[in-house]
């Protein structure tokens, strides 16, 4: 089992029970939108591995996370399929665009507070994760097994992109990572109007 005790103590808050009772009867909108999540997290890898092809340690830890998005990708399309729930584009939530609009314009500042950023996303996901598979262990027990298998990927993700960051930063860090889980709390314990897997307390 997978020590999560790590991301707890890294995130500000945990999930909100609103958002797990809504998510036990939005599952299709739950895998579509994880399937996003996965592909999504996928092209930002690849995206910075373009951006800083100079940073190697960056190009192993991102090629390798690149590679297990893109299976994820496929597993959860998997059980889209054995569910015959139609896989289709949907307006993605505020989430990610509501930490990225804060992110500096200049490198390498940029760069650090993208490797931040990425460190949250995955942390909450691996929050969720954990979160959501006992809501989903008897009336889902194989997507409840999945979620728990996810949790050692995700984990590792969260500490390669934080330990990047760290590791590229000119100056201590903990500041700006600070405020970045402020505005990702905020987000997280927020009324949203959008149900989606990193969405905030649903409307």
């Given at each position: 089992?997978?020590?999560?005790?790590?991301?707890?103590?890294?995130?500000?808050?945990?999930?909100?029970?609103?958002?797990?009772?809504?998510?036990?009867?939005?599952?299709?909108?739950?895998?579509?939108?994880?399937a996003?999540?996965e592909?999504?997290?996928?092209?930002t890898?690849?995206?910075?591995?373009?951006?800083?092809?100079?940073?190697?340690?960056?190009?192993?830890k991102?090629?390798?996370?690149t590679?297990?998005?893109v299976?994820?990708?496929?597993?959860?399309?998997?059980?889209?399929?054995?569910?015959?729930i139609?896989?289709?584009?949907?307006?993605?939530?505020?989430?990610?665009?509501?930490?990225?609009?804060?992110?500096?314009?200049?490198?390498?500042?940029?760069m650090?507070d993208?490797?931040?950023?990425?460190?949250?996303?995955?942390?909450?996901?691996?929050?969720?994760?954990?979160?959501?598979?006992?809501?989903?262990?008897?009336?889902?027990?194989?997507?409840?097994?999945?979620?728990?298998?996810?949790?050692?990927?995700e984990?590792?993700?969260?500490?390669?992109?934080?330990?990047?960051?760290?590791?590229?930063?000119?100056?201590?860090?903990?500041?700006?990572?600070?405020?970045?889980?402020?505005?990702?709390?905020e987000l997280i314990?927020?009324?949203?109007?959008?149900?989606?897997?990193?969405?905030?307390?649903?409307?």
């Amino acid at each position: 089992m997978v020590d999560i005790a790590p991301i707890h103590n890294f995130l500000l808050c945990k999930t909100p029970q609103a958002w797990l009772k809504r998510a036990v009867n939005e599952i299709e909108i739950i895998l579509i939108d994880h399937a996003h999540c996965e592909k999504k997290a996928a092209a930002t890898a690849v995206k910075q591995m373009f951006r800083y092809p100079e940073r190697i340690e960056l190009l192993k830890k991102l090629s390798q996370l690149t590679r297990e998005e893109v299976l994820h990708f496929e597993q959860v399309l998997d059980f889209i399929e054995k569910r015959g729930i139609k896989y289709k584009a949907i307006k993605p939530s505020r989430y990610a665009a509501g930490l990225h609009q804060y992110a500096a314009k200049d490198e390498p500042d940029r760069m650090i507070d993208g490797l931040i950023i990425g460190a949250i996303i995955e942390a909450r996901s691996c929050e969720r994760f954990h979160a959501l598979a006992p809501y989903f262990a008897e009336s889902e027990p194989e997507l409840s097994k999945y979620y728990k298998f996810l949790l050692k990927s995700e984990s590792r993700h969260f500490i390669d992109y934080l330990d990047l960051a760290k590791q590229y930063a000119r100056q201590d860090i903990d500041d700006r990572i600070q405020f970045f889980l402020e505005k990702e709390k905020e987000l997280i314990e927020t009324p949203d109007p959008l149900f989606r897997f990193h969405s905030g307390i649903p409307v």
